[in-house]
């Protein structure tokens, strides 16, 4: 039973515009929630987190929203670089270390 | 460079053929956790551990095995591999807990590609 879900296996975007990827979860003791991004024959880095008691972090051209009463995040990127072209997988985590992952949506940013 | 290695980054053998993948973290991380990632899954847990000679069970642990007699090694066994376990294998490792306020993200190795025919 995936208690993070991520139901858009793509997305495509023109260069400059913006990029929203979306993220569903399950289980309401989730209370740090991450993403990762990922290039072909690499593995996943870390990009941004969230802490369940805020509801938006920035960094640069990336920001999270969290959604605690819908259990929904989204990862914007403004604006999109052909960089960004990867596949980017939501987290979660309950307690210490574990995360629960998400399939992961494959962006892709077009010149 | 603070890193996390994996080796062999490819692999294909053979249903029964006894294989070990090695990981190694030069990062004095205590957590240390294997992955496996499939079409449509994602990343699904295996094995982590928690210190040397502390393991645990992830969400698929079925068909592997794991040790950790040093901190900084933590190999995956798989003992009687099978066509189901085809797949890409992540090693990851970060400091234990939770930071004040915060996360530890996890840093991921390369990965391993595994084939079993």
């Known amino acids: ?111 | 460079e603070a890193q996390v290695t994996q080796n062999p980054r490819y692999l294909i053998t053979v249903t029964g053929k006894k294989l070990t993948v090695t990981c190694s973290q030069n990062m004095n991380h205590e957590y240390m956790s294997w992955y496996r990632q499939d079409p449509g899954l994602g990343l699904r847990q295996i094995y982590y551990s928690m210190n040397v000679e502390v393991t645990d069970k992830g969400d698929v642990p079925e068909g592997y095995k794991v040790s950790r007699k040093e901190k900084r090694n933590f190999p995956l066994i798989l003992e009687s591999p099978s066509p189901n376990q085809t797949s890409l294998y992540f090693c990851a490792s970060s400091p234990l807990g939770r930071s004040v306020g915060g996360f530890y993200e996890q840093y991921f190795g390369p990965g391993t590609r595994l084939t079993v025919t």
């Open chain 1, 1 to 111: 039973d995936q208690q993070v879900k991520q139901n858009s296996p793509s997305l495509s975007v023109q260069e400059g515009r913006i990029s929203i990827l979306n993220c569903d979860y399950t289980n309401s003791m989730f209370d740090y929630f991450l993403w990762y991004k990922k290039y072909p024959a690499e593995g996943p880095t870390f990009l941004i987190s969230i802490s369940s008691i805020k509801d938006k972090n920035e960094d640069g051209r990336f920001t999270v929203f969290l959604n605690k009463s819908a259990k929904h995040l989204s990862l914007h990127i403004v604006p999109s670089q052909p960089g960004d072209s990867a596949v980017y997988f939501c987290a979660a985590s309950e307690l210490n270390n574990d995360m629960r992952f998400g399939a992961g949506t494959r962006l892709t940013v077009k010149p």
